[in-house]
């Protein structure tokens, strides 16, 4: 299964470490960009570019609250990536099971 041209930017933009922590962080509901980049040693402009490109490839949908952006996760997006890591279990628990077996085998 190849990966389609739109689905691309959503692995490039998880492939990023901060970028996955904010995905993370959403995981318990919305937030205000202020409160992700709290744990961050960066600048509010660094996290707000991480916003930008999670936001881009869909990952994140944002609104406004007053002077406030809040951002949400948006999971559905992530279907991509779990299809394509599907495979890779698929492979690996038949891996596991030849591996069991051949165990099992040996005195």
Known sequence: MSR?????DIFQAIA???RRAILDRLQHGEQPVMQLAEPFAMSLPAISQH????????LVIQHRSGRQ???RLNPASLKPV????????QFWAAKLDALEEYLEEQP
């Open 4 to 8: 389609s041209t739109s689905s691309t």
């Open 82 to 89: 779990s299809d394509w890591v599907s495979q890779y279990e």
């Open 51 to 58: 916003l930008q490109i999670l936001s881009a490839a869909g």
């Open 69 to 71: 952006r809040i951002y």
């Open 16 to 18: 990023d470490p901060t």
